[in-house]
């Protein structure tokens, strides 16, 4: 999962790895990695431990390098799209539930001064501090989400600076989604904000990411208070 804007990788050295990214490689990435701009480092069999699996290689699509940050990753979602959901499967309300998300890698300067203009979308299962072991066969949700693929909320901070995260639910957790309202027809992810907000009733509230809305998982979700928990927390921007 993308949060904020992509880091520029490391520059390619002799050791780097730079041949064109193949549909169905794994690669054992930290959340670190995962957030570059470039990956550059050899793939790994499927049957070891990984945490991306490349889904599609397209070109890199014109929106995706122009515009704000949710601009640029919608147009990353509508390219690796259809790579994307036949990885994950389930259903647009099952995928939101999870903590599947998309990755996204282009060439390095290297390769791009040679005329690569692909871009490479992997399936990751990330909250927002780690970056998870995929398992399983495709697709992922063949037999539903379990409690480590579900998408829960764990409040951290003090009093004064009190705030929530996205976890696994198989973890420590406070909070849990309560409602999955579909956005309408006419519902953009400008007005996404204001539109949760109305629809959880003033209450906690997120709504799905740019690139879920490029892939067209688009909804806005209401949470609440796992029974006996302490505290809430203030509205979170996913």
């Not at 990984?50 to 995706?64: E, I």
């Not at 647009?92 to 300067?109: D, E, G």
């Not at 629809?199 to 809305?213: F, H, L, P, R, V």
Request: hydrophobic share 35%; proline share 6%.
């Amino acid at each position: 999962m993308h949060l904020g804007k992509p880091k520029p990788s490391a520059s390619a050295t002799a050791s780097a790895y730079l041949s064109k990214p193949k549909v169905g490689e794994c690669h054992n990435l930290t959340f670190k990695d995962i957030a570059a701009e470039s990956d550059t480092r050899k793939p790994v069999t499927c049957s070891s431990k990984h945490t991306t699996m490349t889904v599609a290689v397209v070109p890199a699509p014109a929106g995706a390098s122009h515009g704000s940050e949710d601009a640029q990753a919608f147009a990353v979602g509508q390219a690796c799209a259809d790579g994307f959901t036949k990885a994950v499967g389930g259903d647009s309300k099952t995928r939101i539930k999870t903590l599947y998300s998309l990755a996204w890698f282009v060439p390095t300067k290297s390769q791009r001064a040679k005329g690569a203009r692909w871009m490479r979308c992997d399936v990751t299962l990330t909250d927002q501090r780690r970056a998870y072991p995929l398992t399983g066969k495709q697709p992922l949700l063949a037999d539903g989400p379990t409690g480590g693929e579900k998408r829960c909320g764990r409040i951290v901070g003090g009093k004064k600076t009190l705030s929530w995260e996205f976890v696994p639910c198989a973890g420590s957790h406070q909070l849990v989604p309560k409602k999955f309202v579909p956005a309408g027809s006419n519902a953009t992810l400008k007005t996404a904000r204001a539109q949760a907000k109305a629809a959880c009733k003033n209450g906690i509230y997120t709504w799905s990411q740019a690139e879920q809305w490029g892939i067209g998982d688009r909804w806005y979700i209401c949470w609440g208070p796992v029974k006996g928990a302490a505290g809430t927390g203030d509205e979170l921007e996913t």
